[in-house]
């Protein structure tokens, strides 16, 4: 879509709260099932979908997840990038707690998800063409239980 008051510059509009279809597609290839998409937004991703705010298969916020332990094969989370410090290894330690050992994490955000139950298996980052934020995707294997 193009603004006409734009001048020279052309603007590429997506809905809020979602990733651009190549991203989707990426992630897509590392999802094992039964998968659970934390901070899921818009996206289709995930066999299940839990947000706080949006229309989600299940209304749930991070900390509390309405799961039972070692449920998920894969738990993919795209956490707000502004989390507070002090909250993040809580969202860790929930993501871990649902997480099956020998399950997946895929984890979106620019700081890394540090647990003594996670081993880093891959990680990728997209170079993007302008000055804003590097998306970087971890990929991490449950090795020890909850």
């Known amino acids: 879509m193009t603004n006409p008051k734009a001048g020279r510059w052309r603007y590429r509009f997506r809905r809020a709260w979602s990733w651009p279809k190549p991203v989707e597609e990426f992630i897509s290839l590392f999802l094992i099932s039964p998968s659970l998409h ?12 839990v947000d706080l705010h949006l229309d989600a298969d299940v209304k749930a916020d991070a900390f509390h997840l309405p799961f039972r332990g070692e449920c998920f094969r894969t738990v993919l989370a795209d956490p707000p990038w502004h989390l507070a410090y002090h909250l993040r290894p809580r969202i860790i330690r929930e993501c871990v707690r649902v997480l099956k050992i020998g399950g997946r994490l895929i984890w979106n955000a620019p700081w890394w998800p540090n647990s003594r139950k996670l081993k880093v298996k891959e990680v990728w980052y997209a170079k993007p063409n302008t000055y804003r934020n590097c998306p970087i995707i971890l990929v991490a294997e449950k090795v020890s239980a909850s």
């Open 38 to 49: 934390i901070f899921c937004g818009e996206s289709g991703l995930g066999d299940v979908r």
